[in-house]
Antibody, heavy 118, light 110 residues
Framework: EVQLVESGGGLVQPGGSLRLSCAAS????????MHWVRQAPGKGLVWVSR????????SYADSVKGRFTISRDNAKNTLYLQMNSLRAEDTAVYYC???????????WGQGTLVTVSS | QSALTQPASMSGSPGQSITISCTGT?????????VSWYQQHPGKAPKLMIY???KRPSGVSNRFSGSKSGNTASLTISGLQAEDEADYYC??????????FGGGTKLTVL
């Protein structure tokens, strides 16, 4: 069974940093591209970032470019999102998701809440 | 990276059919047949319902169908059931290995 479990969320002050993790199991993690998607409280889904299967290529939404870094450790079956210079508008539930061949996000984690507030 | 446009809310009675639209541009929906749709119940993670415009993953009811015309994709739910009440999001490949979501549609089953 495919499972994605996020962790690392919490309360952080504006300007601070946080690293999210997404532990994958039930599939060959190193064969799949992975994404991060976020959802502010009461708002819609927003695509954040994506990484290819070996970590050599990444993409970011304009809103996080230069502040967030996506990475992965295929030996540990884990996806990461390093978030720096956090702003109040980064407050959201962050989901990791596996992407299929047709750019569909076929499996999602349960999400981890990041709150940026003083 | 502007969000795709969806109606904020829709409603229907049990047994009826509804169609949710998702309008993008020639840079995303119009250029690629790579639209997916997600269902999200309150407090839950999104669930894939349709991919590649009109394909259903295994286990998704055939009451859900998708289509596309030009820059607009659509999700149709036939034979509405109470359990279909949820938020629905479209998503399209937008080039340069990026994705863009719609703003979401809150579906109420009356």
């Amino acid at each position: 069974e495919v499972q994605l479990v996020e962790s690392g969320g919490g309360l952080v002050q504006p300007g601070g940093s946080l690293r999210l993790s997404c532990a994958a199991s039930g599939f060959t993690f190193s064969s799949y591209w992975m994404h991060w998607v976020r959802q502010a409280p009461g708002k819609g889904l927003v695509w954040v970032s994506r990484i290819d299967s070996d970590g050599s290529s990444t993409s970011y939404a304009d809103s996080v470019k230069g502040r967030f870094t996506i990475s992965r450790d295929n030996a540990k079956n884990t996806l990461y999102l390093q978030m720096n210079s956090l702003r109040a508008e980064d407050t959201a539930v962050y989901y990791c998701a596996r992407v299929g061949k047709k750019w569909e996000l076929d499996y999602w984690g349960q999400g981890t809440l990041v709150t940026v507030s003083s | 990276q502007s969000a795709l446009t969806q109606p904020a809310s829709m409603s229907g009675s049990p047994g009826q059919s509804i169609t949710i639209s998702c309008t993008g541009t020639s840079s995303d929906v119009g250029s690629y047949n790579l639209v997916s749709w997600y269902q999200q119940h309150p407090g839950k993670a999104p669930k894939l319902m349709i991919y590649e415009g009109s394909k259903r993953p295994s286990g998704v009811s055939n009451r859900f169908s998708g289509s596309k015309s030009g820059n607009t994709a659509s999700l149709t739910i036939s034979g509405l059931q109470a359990e279909d009440e949820a938020d629905y999001y479209c998503c399209s490949y937008a080039g340069s290995s990026t994705l863009v979501f719609g703003g979401g549609t809150k579906l109420t089953v009356l």
